[in-house]
């Protein structure tokens, strides 16, 4: 298993695909993960490794860095698109999520007012009223539902609660009447004993299902891209994730931006 952590609160810039020059904001710990999930392709690795030694970040800790980090870009002229909440976990179990949303768009709003702020989430904490207020508040609110079809959301993204199931997912997204996008990560492959295939014709019905109920302004697709800690997935290729695009666009009208 080759995965990388995040050794910082404040990482990069660097350039995403998805996103363009992104700086990332790690909510959890520097030396361990921390998340409600335990996806099969996390690129931070599977929670066993453990949650370290550093703890997560104080609100006061993260608004220091991130306040430097910005001044020192400025300085050098640097260019930003998007401040990108990220890195070693779900960064809406911070305790103080909703707080340290408050301080970054501050600090966007002063030193980069042109940038987005974006999270990247796996929407089990959607349905906390704090944390949907603060993520109503952001640019991109991106909101995970890799499948609407429960055996196959337990097999791939391996919740640590069972109740976490992709109706109760689909009931929170829904709340944000569009203001969110929703992001799917399209694979197939062997864990455990199990085959899983979210792109069987099953899936995508079940999946367009989902997003006409959950109405985002947008879905992205995407696939692996680097290392996953579950050696026997296979990545979707582009012109298969494209055409599953097409037909999810055809059937929902929503834009599909596919990666
Ligand atoms: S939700 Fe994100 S951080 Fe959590 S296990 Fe899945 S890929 Fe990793």
Do not use: W
């Amino acid at each position: 298993m080759q995965t990388v952590l995040f050794h910082n609160t404040i990482f990069g810039p660097i350039h995403s695909r998805r996103l363009g020059i992104s700086l990332g904001v790690n909510l959890m710990p520097n030396d361990g993960k921390v998340c409600s999930f335990d996806c099969l392709y996390c690129e931070a690795g599977f929670n066993a490794q453990g949650h370290g030694k550093d703890g997560i970040p104080s609100r006061e800790s993260v608004k220091r860095q991130l306040k430097k980090k910005l001044e020192t870009m400025k300085a050098a002229g640097d260019g930003l698109d998007v401040i990108t909440f990220s890195g070693n976990g779900e960064p809406t179990l911070h305790p103080h999520f909703a707080e340290v949303v408050h301080d970054v768009i501050m600090l966007r709003d002063r030193y980069y007012p042109e940038a987005k702020v974006s999270v990247l989430s796996n929407s089990t904490m959607a349905g906390k009223k704090s944390v949907a207020d603060a993520l109503k508040l952001v640019d991109n609110n991106i909101l995970k539902l890799d499948s609407a079809i429960a055996t196959t959301l337990t097999a791939l993204n391996r919740p640590t609660s069972p109740n976490v199931i992709p109706q109760g997912i689909i009931a929170d997204l829904k709340q944000f009447t569009g203001q969110c996008i929703v992001q799917t990560m399209m694979l197939r492959g062997d864990y455990d004993g199990h085959h899983i295939d979210n792109t069987t014709d099953a899936e995508v019905e079940a999946l367009i299902q989902a997003y006409r109920e959950i109405a985002p302004r947008e879905v992205m697709l995407y696939s692996i891209d680097r290392k996953t800690p579950a050696e026997n997935l296979v990545k979707i290729e582009h012109d298969e994730l494209q055409a599953i695009g097409d037909r999810i666009a055809k059937a929902t009208g929503i834009p599909i931006q596919v990666n």
